[in-house]
């Protein structure tokens, strides 16, 4: 098949230079929505197709495009991709694992910090005219001097945890179904229990699946240290908003700092939205400047594809 042949369609935004490679090597439709029917009427005649984090690209749109060849998310996870669809129909799916890997582990501490510092509560009372009032109640943690927990050390938790023992001298308990290979840092592998018993702070760092759906629910929540902080960078769905919101309200847990969340955005009458000791961020851990053009660059993995060659990065 030539080159001039090869039909793209980007599903949701990309920058402006990832479009135009593209179109060096074939003509590109741009979706302005990518509702699972807006993709199923858009992929029939598509090569390639070009997706971000909302596109759910469901066995329905992979049977409708009988020409697609391959798949290029421009981010980490796979969980919006039914893989095992695309692989019965021979549909090579590329990716970027490591681009957000720095932007993540950063945005983690800064939500950390947030927290432990109440910099929240600080902010409002110097703003307030309470600058002595607050000074005398606000008592901050420093990280040093707590135990972090991670769930799942893959490329994110691991860069999470040199963070945490390298920059800020915490001890670090982790647990992952993975064995996580030789590390360059002091970290214990515990069991999910401990872990939840021991750690001041709990990061979450693994992938949406069937497992973890639903991972942090009442019941574990239950099992956290009293007073302990929840970090979540991964997968909104992972946590039970629901049981977080209620775990927060009762004091069982000490904070929240979510970057994600289920459903996302949530709508303007979650009770999560109104939950104390709280910090939110618009599931930003992704877009620093670095991590999105690593992520941008998931064309030219699908263009190796296209002509035949290898992908550096494939599911």
Not at 6 to 12: G, Q
Request: aromatic letters at 6%; charged letters at 25%.
């Amino acid at each position: 098949m030539s080159q001039t042949r090869w039909r793209i369609l980007f599903a949701e935004p990309f920058a402006a230079q990832a479009v135009a490679r593209m179109r060096e090597i074939g003509e590109v439709r741009e979706l302005t929505n990518c509702d699972e029917s807006d993709l199923v009427n858009a992929v029939a005649d598509c090569d390639a197709l070009l997706i971000r984090t909302y596109s759910r690209v469901t066995r329905r749109v992979l049977e409708a495009a009988p020409r697609l060849r391959v798949i290029g998310r421009g981010g980490v996870g796979l969980d919006n991709v039914d893989l095992e669809a695309a692989r019965e129909r021979g549909v090579t799916v590329v990716y970027t694992p490591g681009a957000a890997t720095e932007g993540v582990a950063d945005l983690t501490f800064a939500l950390m910090l947030a927290l432990v510092w109440d910099l929240r509560g600080c902010d409002a009372g110097v703003r307030g005219g309470r600058f002595g009032e607050t000074r005398a109640v606000v008592v901050p943690r420093g990280l040093h001097a707590l135990t972090l927990g991670i769930i799942g050390l893959g490329r994110i938790g691991k860069a999470v945890a040199r963070r945490a023992i390298h920059g800020f001298g915490m001890s670090v308990l982790f647990n992952d179904i993975v064995d996580p290979g030789p590390l360059d840092f002091s970290a214990t592998r515990v069991e999910k229990d401990r872990l939840y018993a021991e750690s001041d702070v709990i990061s979450l760092h693994v992938p949406l699946t069937d497992t973890t759906r639903g991972l942090i629910g009442e019941s574990t929540l239950a099992r956290f240290k009293p007073g302990a902080v929840l970090i979540n960078t991964s997968r909104g769905a992972v946590v039970d908003s629901y049981a977080l919101d209620h775990a927060l309200r009762s004091g069982r847990l000490g904070g929240a700092g979510l970057d994600v969340f289920d459903p996302e955005p949530l709508p303007a009458d979650h009770p999560l939205l109104s939950a104390p000791n709280t910090v939110f961020t618009p599931h930003v851990g992704a877009r620093t400047a670095l991590a999105q053009e690593r992520m941008n660059a998931v064309v030219e993995d699908v263009i190796r594809v296209l002509q035949g060659l290898a992908p550096q990065y494939s599911a």
